[in-house]
């Protein structure tokens, strides 16, 4: 591994069971998360090597010092990728080298002096768009009644109900759903869990799903493969992948006729939603799994709305000529 202008020392290869990249990656308790950092970790070593085939796996971590790193996070701020992306990014570089120090590869010293990078500061609204209620009823009309098609209407309208996030829904397991308190208990992310409520019309599509599913334990939303069985490891049925999530809502609202939408767009609805209703900051932020209020109050669409109505008092003046 070498940088640009500030070379890396060369280091003999690291042995797979030390390696602070698979070792990092292990300590990780989602498949989402796990396949999230792998992937900020593989494109740091690409950036780095200069080998579009290179991966996090076997780099010399450990002898990254705070020169090093700087460095690293100019490289990555000249990506021209949003601040949030590039400080993922260096999160995956501080907790890699964290690892190195667990194993005893560097000093907590050069750890220290290694991971004393400022995050990258930007203002931005939230990415997505919102999912009109005509659009949502138009992808459901899309679902037929098919296995696929009752479990598409189940995930969509869950998504609807609760702003869930891509690997929450994967995540949820049939033992995770409680139709007697009309709630799902889902682990988000730093594996926190919390209740979320489904409306009525939303539990009718969830059961009518799992009278097709079953209720064996496993993943309440799982793959289905053409012949119309549930894809299953180990006996039980194996969760979506965040990409599956993603295939079936592009499916779904393109046979709408609909522009593509996200589990995002979903999440920044929901959010609006509760807020436009009403509903306090901090119940809010307590549904959608924040950690800070402050996260919530930026999908707060009143405030947009106020400004555009003050516009709006305005009037363009007739056109006529100077006397």
Same mark, same amino acid.
């Given at each position: 591994?070498?940088?640009?202008?500030?070379?890396a020392p060369e280091a003999p290869p690291v042995e797979p069971a030390r390696d602070p990249y698979h070792v990092y990656l292990d300590s990780l308790t989602s498949a989402e998360s796990?396949?999230?950092?792998?992937?900020?970790?593989?494109?740091?070593?690409?950036?780095?090597?200069?080998?579009?085939?290179?991966?996090?796996?076997?780099?010399?971590?450990?002898?990254?010092?705070?020169e090093h790193t700087v460095r690293i996070r100019t490289l990555l701020t000249d990506q021209g990728w949003s601040a949030a992306y590039v400080n993922k990014h260096l999160v995956a570089?501080?907790?890699?080298?964290?690892?190195?120090?667990?194993?005893?590869?560097?000093?907590?010293?050069?750890?220290?002096?290694?991971?004393?990078?400022?995050?990258?500061?930007?203002?931005?609204?939230?990415?997505?768009?919102?999912?009109?209620?005509?659009?949502?009823?138009?992808?459901?009309?899309?679902?037929?009644?098919?296995?696929?098609?009752?479990?598409?209407? +189940?995930?969509?309208? @869950?998504?609807?109900?609760?702003?869930? =996030?891509? &690997? *929450?829904? /994967?995540? %949820?397991?049939?033992?995770?759903?409680?139709?007697?308190?009309?709630?799902?208990?889902?682990?988000?992310?730093?594996?926190?869990?919390?209740?979320?409520?489904?409306?009525?019309? +939303?539990?009718?599509? @969830?059961?009518?799903?799992?009278?097709? =599913?079953? &209720? *064996?334990? /496993?993943? %309440?939303?799982?793959?289905?493969?053409?012949?119309?069985?549930?894809?299953?490891?180990?006996?039980?049925?194996?969760?979506?992948?965040?990409?599956?999530?993603?295939?079936?809502?592009?499916?779904?609202?393109?046979?709408?006729?609909?522009?593509? =939408?996200? &589990?995002?767009?979903?999440?920044?609805?929901?959010?609006?939603?509760?807020?436009?209703?009403?509903?306090?900051?901090?119940?809010?932020?307590?549904?959608?799994?924040?950690?800070?209020?402050?996260?919530?109050?930026?999908?707060?669409?009143?405030?947009?709305?106020?400004?555009?109505?003050?516009?709006?008092?305005?009037?363009?003046?007739?056109?006529?000529?100077?006397?």
């Amino acid at each position: 591994m070498s940088l640009p202008a500030v070379p890396a020392p060369e280091a003999p290869p690291v042995e797979p069971a030390r390696d602070p990249y698979h070792v990092y990656l292990d300590s990780l308790t989602s498949a989402e998360s796990r396949r999230t950092m792998r992937g900020c970790l593989d494109r740091l070593a690409r950036l780095l090597t200069g080998d579009e085939s290179a991966t996090g796996a076997g780099q010399p971590w450990h002898l990254l010092r705070y020169e090093h790193t700087v460095r690293i996070r100019t490289l990555l701020t000249d990506q021209g990728w949003s601040a949030a992306y590039v400080n993922k990014h260096l999160v995956a570089l501080r907790r890699v080298l964290k690892e190195a120090w667990r194993l005893g590869q560097t000093s907590a010293e050069d750890l220290a002096r290694a991971s004393d990078l400022a995050p990258v500061r930007q203002s931005r609204l939230p990415s997505g768009h919102h999912v009109p209620p005509e659009v949502v009823g138009a992808a459901l009309a899309a679902c037929d009644d098919s296995a696929s098609g009752v479990r598409d209407a +189940a995930l969509i309208a @869950v998504l609807y109900s609760t702003g869930c =996030r891509r &690997a *929450e829904l /994967g995540g %949820l397991a049939v033992a995770d759903y409680d139709p007697g308190s009309r709630s799902l208990r889902v682990r988000g992310k730093r594996d926190k869990e919390r209740l979320v409520y489904l409306t009525t019309d +939303a539990i009718g599509l @969830v059961e009518r799903w799992l009278a097709v =599913r079953g &209720a *064996e334990p /496993g993943a %309440l939303f799982s793959p289905i493969s053409r012949a119309g069985r549930l894809r299953t490891r180990d006996g039980r049925p194996v969760g979506l992948t965040g990409q599956g999530i993603s295939d079936i809502l592009s499916r779904r609202f393109g046979e709408a006729g609909a522009s593509r =939408r996200t &589990a995002h767009d979903f999440r920044r609805t929901f959010i609006g939603e509760l807020l436009d209703a009403g509903v306090d900051l901090v119940t809010a932020q307590a549904l959608v799994g924040h950690s800070s209020p402050a996260t919530t109050a930026r999908y707060d669409r009143r405030p947009e709305r106020t400004r555009r109505e003050a516009v709006d008092r305005l009037r363009l003046p007739e056109p006529r000529p100077l006397a």
